[in-house]
């Protein structure tokens, strides 16, 4: 077995929220539309020399809803950003 199968196992064993929970959020949730991410932000930050933070500010398709990420804090930050807008531009064309 390794460490994927174990988180597996692990996580279907341990139910994060009742059954009745789960049909509450089921039902209040049916009908609405599906949620998309519409853009990613990349959000540098530099804490000296040596030290440089990349943020990610994910947009949603819900008016403001939207998430924060962390990609990389250390070396290769450049390309870092480089491969992130790489992606959205991508999935941007891919999308319309």
Not at 51 to 71: D, N, R
């Amino acid at each position: 077995m390794n460490r994927r199968d174990l988180l597996k196992a692990g996580a279907l064993a341990l139910p994060l929220i009742s059954a009745a929970k789960a049909q509450e959020i089921q039902r209040r949730s049916n009908g609405l539309p599906p949620l998309t991410i519409k853009d990613v932000k990349v959000i540098t930050t530099n804490g000296g020399s040596r030290y440089h933070w990349v943020f990610l500010k994910i947009i949603t398709s819900e008016p403001g809803l939207y998430g924060i990420g962390f990609a990389i804090s250390t070396k290769r930050w450049r390309r870092r950003i480089l491969s992130v807008q790489s992606a959205m531009a991508a999935r941007t064309t891919r999308t319309g």
